[in-house]
């Protein structure tokens, strides 16, 4: 939890946006791709594909709080086992030079989302392992 002066928000950008709002300034993000927003995200030069949760989104470049599609599988078997966490979300920004596309993580028919897949194995959505997890 993010305190400052009377506000007390989820986390940071929660706060933040709380902030500019009461100051009349307009977060401007892309249409569908709010903050917290789940997405994945690929990266060229050298080419990476990520997964997590969307903190911002601007002119220059994206932020997340995620991790390296490459180690999502094993870090769910590590939460499902209850292990200390060898693996975990970084919070990361990549230059907009970099960034390929950048795609909400939604189901595809029968495929589950990588979100849906969190939940079926550790119990608790992506957004309640970060508000409440070792992460913080």
Avoid at 14 to 22: N, Q, R
């Amino acid at each position: 939890m993010w305190r400052t002066g009377d506000l007390a928000c989820p986390d940071r950008q929660d706060c933040l946006s709380s902030i500019l709002a009461s100051l009349g300034i307009a977060v401007a993000m892309i249409e569908g791709f709010d903050p917290s927003s789940l997405i994945i995200v690929n990266l060229v030069n050298p080419k990476e594909k990520f997964f997590g949760v969307l903190t911002a989104l601007s002119p220059a470049g994206i932020t997340l709080r995620g991790i390296n599609l490459d180690s999502f599988d094993d870090w769910l078997r590590q939460l499902a086992k209850g292990e200390e966490p060898n693996l975990d979300l970084i919070t990361m920004f990549a230059p907009l030079f970099r960034v390929e596309r950048v795609f909400l993580d939604e189901p595809s028919g029968a495929i589950k989302s990588y979100g849906q897949r969190f939940e079926e194995v550790v119990g608790i959505s992506v957004r309640e392992y970060l508000s409440s997890g070792p992460t913080q």
